[in-house]
């Protein structure tokens, strides 16, 4: 009978130790609020410091329209943290990671297993034309 080898490679969440990024999540308090001038306002809240395990999925720099404009897209696992659930609350409007010193935005999230993590997809975009992008 052969002897089968388990592989070493974690499937589904990360262990706790995994997770060797401190990152702060922010959130926005009111969603819909707009300024007097009718341009939605831009007011973020620190929400929690959490340890979080990061895999970059793509880097991506171009040169469009006289501009250099760069981005990162990255994977966040991150606690199941019941007030971040994805089936009740609208994460890409509300949340966003700052790591250092760098602002990302949710653009995708996902649950693990039964509320064992929160997978986060976060999109980095710097350069001339990145802050008209957000």
Do not use: C
């Not at 606690?79 to 609208?90: G, S, T």
């Amino acid at each position: 009978m052969p002897v089968t080898r388990r592989s070493t490679r974690e499937v589904g969440p990360a262990s706790a130790g995994a997770r060797d990024r401190y990152i702060l999540i922010q959130w926005r308090p009111a969603a819909d609020s707009v300024e007097v001038s009718g341009f939605p306002r831009d007011e973020w809240a620190d929400f929690r410091w959490v340890y979080a395990r990061r895999s970059v999925v793509s880097n991506d720099e171009r040169f469009t329209s006289d501009q250099m404009l760069a981005s990162t897209v990255q994977r966040w696992e991150v606690e199941y943290l019941e007030d971040m659930d994805p089936d009740v609350v609208d994460v890409q409007k509300r949340f966003r990671i700052l790591y250092g010193g760098r602002v990302m935005d949710v653009i995708g999230a996902t649950v693990h297993g039964r509320r064992r993590a929160i997978e986060l997809v976060t999109l980095e975009a710097s350069g001339v034309g990145a802050a008209a992008a957000r």
